[in-house]
T-cell receptor, first 114, second 113 residues
Framework: EADIYQTPRYLVIGTGKKITLECSQT?????MYWYQQDPGMELHLIHY???????EKGDLSSESTVSRIRTEHFPLTLESARPSHTSQYLC?????????????FGSGTRLTVV | AQSVTQPDIHITVSEGASLELRCNYS??????LFWYVQSPGQGLQLLLK??????LVQGIKGFEAEFKRSQSSFNLRKPSVHWSDAAEYFC???????????FGSGTQLTVLP
């Protein structure tokens, strides 16, 4: 049973709208990540955080922003959605241990901007 | 920087047949290696991981993978595939002090009845 939750699962929204994708985990993991995944494509890291008040941009340029005010919460915000933002967004978390790490993923949010 | 290559975009096997999904990585030192599975509309689930020690790793759902340093490979295997194994499979490598994962482009598995 996953201990990382993403809401909403599906979202269809009009161009220009502001949206926030929610991600919460109950495992106390320090590290959290946002990936963007187009259908049949690889995952691209867009944001990550190593702890509260720590956020970094990932490999793929993104117009989204993130915040990490609480350990368990890592929301992603698009100030003005565009059709090019249509994709699946996956949130993940991991422990900060060199000898045992691996990501736990949420179920994803599939975003469609019309 | 590390990278991962999954040469097979799509593989089709019959139920009951054996399966091998290929994964090659690029990294200068010993990497941390992972296999994840993604069912349609879902997130990724960890199948197995290799950090050190025995190069043959057992995972969930009857999967195993073998780390071969000389070939820079970490291929996933299953002796007898079930229809429920149809999904997308991702190989990933984690390396460096940041321990971020880099994912391959995935292999889509179709299982014929």
């Amino acid at each position: 049973e996953a201990d990382i939750y993403q809401t909403p699962r599906y979202l269809v929204i009009g161009t220009g709208k502001k949206i926030t994708l929610e991600c919460s985990q109950t495992m106390g993991h320090d590290k959290m990540y946002w990936y963007q995944q187009d259908p049949g494509m690889e995952l691209h890291l867009i944001h990550y955080s190593y702890g509260v008040n720590s956020t970094e941009k990932g490999d793929l340029s993104s117009e989204s922003t993130v915040s990490r005010i609480r350990t368990e919460h890592f929301p992603l915000t698009l100030e003005s959605a565009r059709p090019s933002h249509t994709s699946q967004y996956l949130c993940a978390s991991s422990v900060n241990r060199v000898d045992n790490y691996g990501y736990t993923f949420g179920s994803g949010t599939r975003l469609t901007v019309v | 920087a590390q990278s991962v290559t999954q040469p097979d975009i799509h593989i089709t096997v019959s139920e009951g047949a054996s399966l091998e999904l290929r994964c090659n990585y690029s990294y200068g030192a010993t990497p941390y290696l992972f296999w994840y599975v993604q069912s349609p509309g879902q997130g990724l689930q960890l199948l197995l991981k290799y950090f050190s020690g025995d190069t043959l790793v057992q995972g969930i759902k009857g999967f195993e993978a073998e780390f071969k340093r000389s070939q820079s490979s970490f291929n996933l295997r299953k002796p007898s595939v079930h229809w429920s194994d149809a999904a997308e499979y991702f190989c990933a490598v984690g390396a460096g002090s940041a321990r971020q994962l880099t994912f391959g482009s995935g292999t889509q598995l179709t299982v014929l009845p």
